[in-house]
């Protein structure tokens, strides 16, 4: 079983950064995909990014690539993404995943509650 807690969305002007975090319980999060994926108002929840479990491989929506970073430290359960330039459309609801054989695909096995990100224009 794998326990996830997101940590660091908020209020920040287009073309400023933020920085979420994920703390994961469980043995097994190491082992595993992570990802990030968020849901705007009135939209369907989309894919942002994703990493293997070595962190070796990562993935990125075309929308993020260039501007978002996903890392993540197996030694403390940490999953981050690193947003950078954001833009009004990344507002939403931002939530960590873990546990998938697709990592760009909306079918995780854990999820996190979310953290809101706000981009003012």
């Known amino acids: 079983q794998v326990q996830l807690v997101e940590s660091g969305g908020g209020l920040v002007q287009a073309g400023g950064s933020l920085r979420l975090s994920c703390a994961a319980s469980?043995?097994?999060?190491?082992?595993?995909?992570a990802g990030w994926f968020r849901q705007a108002p009135g939209k369907e929840r989309e894919f942002v990014a994703a990493?293997?479990?070595?962190?070796?491989?990562?993935w990125y929506a075309d929308s993020v690539k260039g501007r978002f970073t996903i890392s993540r430290d197996n030694a403390k359960n940490i999953v981050s993404v690193q947003m950078n330039n954001l833009k009004p459309e990344d507002t939403g609801v931002y939530y960590c995943?873990?546990?998938?054989?697709?990592?760009?695909?909306?079918?995780?096995?854990?999820w996190g509650q979310g953290t809101q990100v706000t981009v003012s224009s």
């Open positions: 469980g043995r097994i999060f190491r082992n595993i995909v």
């Open positions: 990493i293997s479990w070595s962190g070796a491989t990562t």
């Open positions: 995943a873990a546990g998938s054989l697709e990592p760009t695909i909306d079918r995780y096995s854990y």
